[in-house]
């Protein structure tokens, strides 16, 4: 065969790598935000946790027939103690569970993270060693 269809042979599949390399690398990059807003979520929800942990602390304080507030847009709107506690108690529960769903959700990211970087890793292996057959890289 003719020198040249020899050299196109390499060339086919060392750009079929690049283009698989590259498709890895975008995957991978979107886990990576993924992740980013994972860790967002997380310390928005701490906040809220906290937040909700200290006005479940205040209305514990507070007598039985205590006068209770609560914002609704820009009014003051008078509620009752027991159902202000109500409430705060099912938003603890319910930001607890958000905490545990997001804290599976991140580890399922990381170990997804952690298979890209290994496949990525080969991937540039590969790519690497086809650019020096091709003669490309030495």
Same mark, same amino acid.
């Given at each position: $065969?003719?020198?040249?269809?020899?050299? #196109?042979? $390499?060339?086919?599949?060392?750009?079929?790598?690049? @283009?698989?390399l590259? &498709?890895?690398?975008?995957k /991978?990059?979107s886990?990576?935000?993924d992740?980013?807003?994972?860790?967002?979520?997380? @310390?928005q929800?701490?906040?809220?946790l906290? &937040?909700? @942990?200290?006005?479940?602390?205040?209305?514990d304080?507070?007598?039985?027939?205590?006068?209770? !507030? %609560? +914002?609704?847009? $820009?009014?003051?709107v %008078?509620? =009752? +103690?027991?159902?202000a506690?109500?409430?705060?108690h099912?938003? *603890?529960?319910y930001?607890?569970?958000? +905490? =545990?769903?997001?804290?599976?959700?991140? #580890? &399922?990211? =990381? @170990? #997804?993270? =952690?298979? /890209?970087?290994?496949?990525?890793s %080969? *991937?540039?292996?590969? !790519?690497?060693?086809?650019?020096? %057959?091709a003669?490309?890289?030495?």
């Open positions: $065969p003719p020198p040249n269809k020899m050299a #196109k042979a $390499p060339m086919i599949s060392l750009k079929e790598k690049e @283009k698989v590259q &498709e890895e690398i975008e /991978f990059r886990i990576q935000k992740i980013q807003k994972s860790v967002q979520t997380r @310390k929800l701490d906040a809220q906290n &937040e909700n @942990k200290t006005v479940k602390e205040e209305l304080i507070l007598e039985d027939d205590a006068i209770v !507030y %609560k +914002l609704i847009g $820009p009014v003051l %008078k509620q =009752e +103690l027991s159902e506690k109500q409430t705060v099912k938003r *603890l529960e930001i607890s569970k958000e +905490l =545990e769903r997001n804290d599976a959700t991140y #580890k &399922e990211l =990381e @170990k #997804k993270q =952690e298979t /890209f970087a290994e496949r990525l %080969k *991937l540039q292996q590969d !790519y690497q060693q086809a650019m020096v %057959k003669g490309i890289v030495r």
